[in-house]
């Protein structure tokens, strides 16, 4: 497992819980997930979704 880097940890939105980043993640025009960071235990978005688990295009479309 790949650790999250401080510094893009630093930088980035953080969400308190996986539904409030779900809610934005949704409602964003590109498709985000949302991921736990192992640095600061919140949870943040990201548009990688390579081996990872996506949003199905239902969801995506509510």
Same mark, same amino acid.
């Given at each position: 497992? !790949?650790?999250?880097?401080?510094?893009? #940890?630093? &930088?980035?939105?953080? /969400?308190?819980?996986?539904?409030?980043?779900?809610?934005?993640?949704?409602?964003?025009? !590109?498709?985000?997930?949302?991921?736990? #960071?192992? &640095?600061?235990?919140? /949870?943040?978005?990201?548009?990688?979704?390579?081996?990872?688990?996506?949003?199905?295009?239902?969801?995506?479309?509510?």
């Amino acid at each position: 497992m !790949v650790r999250t880097k401080l510094s893009t #940890c630093a &930088r980035k939105v953080r /969400y308190p819980t996986e539904p409030a980043a779900l809610a934005i993640a949704l409602a964003a025009s !590109v498709p985000l997930r949302p991921y736990r #960071c192992d &640095r600061c235990g919140q /949870y943040h978005l990201t548009s990688r979704t390579r081996g990872k688990r996506t949003l199905p295009p239902q969801a995506r479309q509510a």
